[in-house]
Nanobody, 120 residues
Framework: QVQVVESGGGLVQAGGSLNLSCAAS????????VGWYRQAPGKQRELVAV???????VYADSATGRFTLSRDNAEKTLSLQMDSLQPEDTAVYYC??????????????WGQGTQVTVSA
């Protein structure tokens, strides 16, 4: 199993900032921290920002220029700095992690989510 814990969500006014953090751990799996997704009420889960195969961040159009994704492989943490937040950013934010055994493809793991609420 892989344990994934997100933190840093909260209530903020429009124009404010939040920093989300994801920490992953496992005694069995090798871990790859992938990125952040979000799900607003009544909507499907959508990509916010992920690391590509070269370790470079890729952002959704809605996050470009406002959000910054960073990864510390040694510490197994993934952070999402969110600036200039808007009410439409309100959602539960989830961290996506892949766990690898010695053989086989990566297995998807998700955290419990952290709520971000942006007031107008």
């Amino acid at each position: 199993q892989v344990q994934v814990v997100e933190s840093g969500g909260g209530l903020v006014q429009a124009g404010g900032s939040l920093n989300l953090s994801c920490a992953a751990s496992s005694s069995t799996f090798s871990i790859k921290l992938v990125g952040w997704y979000r799900q607003a009420p009544g909507k499907q889960r959508e990509l916010v920002a992920v690391m590509d195969s070269n370790g470079e961040p890729v952002y959704a159009d809605s996050a470009t220029g406002r959000f910054t994704l960073s990864r510390d492989n040694a510490e197994k943490t993934l952070s999402l700095q969110m600036d200039s937040l808007q009410p439409e950013d309100t959602a539960v934010y989830y961290c996506h992690v892949l766990g690898y055994l010695r053989v086989g493809p990566g297995i998807d793991y998700w955290g419990q989510g952290t709520q971000v609420t942006v007031s107008a």
